[in-house]
C-alpha cells in the first residue's frame, strides 16, 4: 500500500505520487535506480532471476527494465508479456508501464493471459466449436456431485473439498490418483481421499455434460492447445517473444508447464521472487522453480536485490533475525536485507492478560497515533486468521476509530462506489452539458461538486464511526484518486479518469481508503503501511495448531516474516496470557519469538506443541509428523482441582463429575439446536456430530479460538475443520455464519 500522504510517523520523500511523471528518454529511466536494480533494468537478453527481499524495490526494478528496453527500442511493446498472480497486481503493472512510457505492453495474472490466448485459439483448434462458459464458482457444483454419491458437505468441507479439486488439478494430478497423490504430498484432508476422489471425477463429468470449464481447465485447456497444435504455439511465440514473471516462488507446476510452452525453445525470461516468502504451499505453489532456476537454465544472470527502502534498520533487523531460526532448504537461500532508511523505533513487544485487554489496548496505541497526525490508512492491525478482527471491530468502534476488513466487501463492489462511478461516467459522456458548473472546473473540482451536488457529500468527515463513516471514506478515496490522477496528468479529461477507475476496478486495484486496515497475515501480502500490529502471537495461533510437519512449521515462520516486513517504521508485536479476563493465563508467546523479544532464549523443542487454551491439557507433547508413527497419549487434567482424569466421560468434560463448574445454558442449549439442525442435513445421529459431554465443555469452556476449540477433547482435527466455525461464532454470541457474496464490479 503506498500513500503520497505525509505522516510525521515516516514522512514521505518530495513529489511522491500514485502517478510518476513520464521520463524523456531511456536513459532517464533508470536515474534513482540502485546498481542492482540497474543491472536488472538494462540486462535486456537471456534468462535472469531476480531473487528479490521484502521491500528491495522488485516491482520498480522489472517495470523499469521493460519501460528501458521499449524506450530505447529493443523491445517492442506488443511482444512483452509480464505475468503475475493477482488482478490487482497486474493492474498495478500495467499503471507503472504506462506512466513510464511503455503502454502497450501485455501484464497479466497467469489465468487472464491464458484464457485471452484460448478465446482467440479455440474455434480453430476444434473447428468452429465455440469455448465452454467459464465456471465462475465451483463449489455449487462440488456440492452436487458429492450429492450425486449421498453424502453432503457442509460449507467448510465444500470449500476445503473444493481446494483439493484445485490443487489436484495443477498438480496435474488425475482423480484415480488423488488418494496415492494426497499421500505423497502428506494433505491433511477434509474428508476421507477415496470420497474426495469420487466428488473430483463426479464434478469432472458434470462440467463436462453441462458444457462449462473452471479456473484450472483455461490453463489445462491452454496447455493442451498449445502441445498438440505446433502452428498455434508458434503463433504465440511470435508474438510474444520476452517475458517477466512477477512473485516466481508461488508458480504451481501447471503454470510452469505453460510458461515452457509460451517460451519453447527461446531464454528470454525474467523471473523475480523470494523464496523467504513462499506462503501459499497449500495451493500447489512450490518455491522449487525459483530455486532450481539455474539449473533449468544454465548462464542465466542471478541478481539479488537486498537494499531494503520500505523499513527501518530495527524492523529490518527483527526480520533478519526471524529467519535466522528457520530450517530446511528455503531457508538455506534466505537473503539478509540490509536498511536503507533512518533509524526509528525498536520493534515494541506487548504481553496483555487477555484477548480482551490486547484488543482494547491496541486499539488505545492506535487512537494516539491518528491523534499524533499519522493517517489511519497507513496503520494495520493483522492477525493469523479473519475470526480474530471480531475484538479489534468492537475495540475500534469504542475508540472512535475508523477501519477496513480487507478480503470483505471489495471497494468496487460497494453500492456508494458503483453509483458514484455511473455517475462520472454520465457527466464525462455528456461532456459537462447537464450541468454548466463543470465547464470551469478541473478534474477534482468536477468530482468534488458533481459527489456534492448528487451525493450530498462534504469535504469534511461525519462524526463517529459506522456505516455513514465508511461511505463517506469511499468517496474520499475516489476524491484522492482524482487529486493524484490530475497532477500526473494535467492535460487529461474526465473521461480519461473515468477509464482509469474502470481499469482499476477490472483489475481489483482499490484506491486507499482512510481507515486503519485489519486483515490476515496471508492478505496483507504484497502491501505495506507506517504502522503495523502483529497481534495473537501465541502458541497454537503462531504458528497454527494444524501445522505439524517441520516443512508446515517453517511456513508458518515466513508467514510471520511477511508480517514484519510489511512494517515501515512502527511494528508492535502482542499476544494474550488468557481469552478472558479473568481466565487462566496459561497460554505462552509464539516459539518464533524465542530469542527475538527482550528476556527470552531459544526453546529447546523443535516439534509443534498442543497448545492447552486453558482446557487443562498438558502443554509441550508434541505431535507426529503426519503419516509417521502414533500420537503420544497427552494427560488430561481437571480444569477445577488439577487431578489427573482417566474416565473417558470426565477427559471429555475436562473436570471431575463432582467438581463444580459455571455452565454457559444459554449457549448449552443453542449448540444443543444448532446440533440438532446439523444432524438433520446431514442424516445422522446428533452423537455423530458432537456428544452431550462435549457440548458441555464447550458450554463451560467458551471457547474463543480454533486453537482453543481443538484443545477440548472430542472436537478432532476433521471435526474442528467441518464444525469448528459455526461453534466459535456461537460461542461469540452470534449466529453460524453465511457465506460471502458478492458480485464483480462491471458496466
Sequence with gaps: MTSATSSPLFPRPPGASHFPAVPDSADAVLEGLDPEQREVATTLHGPVCVLAGAGTGKTRAITHRIAYGVRAGILQPSSVLAVTF??????????????????????????SAALRQLQYFWPRAVGGTPLPELLERKPPLVAEAAGAHGFRLDRNELRDVSGEIEWAKVTQTIPEQYPLMAAKA????????????????????LKHERGLIDFEDVLLLTVGVLQSHSATADEVRSQYRHFVVDEYQDVNPLQQRLLDLWLGDRDSLCVVGDASQTIYSFTGATPDYLLGFRNRHPGATVVKLVRDYRSTPQVVRLANDLLAQARGRTAEHRLELQSQRDPGPAPDFTEYGDEVAEAEGTARRVRQLIDSGTPASEIAVLYRVNAQSAAYEQAFAHQGVPYQLRGAERFFDRPEVKSAWLLLRGAAHSGGSADPELERLDIPGTV???LRTQRGWEDRPPAGSGATRDQWESLAALVRLAEDFARARPDARLADLVAEIRERAEARH??????????????????????????????GMMPIIYAETDEQIEEERRLLYVGVTRARALLTLSWALSRTPGGRPNRTPSRFLDGLRPGSGRRAAAGPALADGG??????????????????????RCRVCGRTLTDAGEMKLMRCEDCPSELDEGLYQRLRDWRAARAR????????????????AIAETV???????????????????RYGEDVLALCAGGDPPEPAAGEPFGD
Design 703 to 721: 471457547p474463543g479460538s480454533p486453537p482453543e476449540l481443538a484443545a477440548i477433547p472430542g472436537v478432532i482435527r476433521r471435526k474442528l475443520d
Design 681 to 696: 442435513e446431514l442424516r445422522q445421529p446428533e452423537y455423530c456430530v458432537f456428544t452431550d459431554k462435549t457440548l458441555l
Design 510 to 539: 482499490a484506491p486507499t481508503v482512510e481507515g486503519v486496515t485489519l486483515a490476515s497475515l496471508h492478505a496483507a501480502k504484497g502491501l505495506e503501511w507506517d504502522a503495523v500490529f502483529l497481534v495473537g502471537l501465541t502458541e
Design 186 to 205: 502428506a494433505r491433511e484432508t477434509p474428508r476421507d481421499p477415496a470420497e474426495i476422489a469420487r466428488v473430483y471425477e463426479s464434478y469432472e463429468r
Design 615 to 636: 482446557s487443562g491439557v498438558t502443554r509441550g507433547e508434541p505431535r507426529q509428523p503426519a503419516g509417521g508413527g502414533s500420537r503420544r497419549r497427552v494427560s488430561v
Design 448 to 450: 468534488r461538486h458533481l
Design 86 to 111: 493477482t488482478n490487482r497486481a497486474a493492474g498495478e503493472l500495467r499503471g507503472r508501464l504506462r506512466q513510464l512510457g511503455a503502454a502497450g505492453v501485455q501484464a497479466r495474472t497467469f489465468h
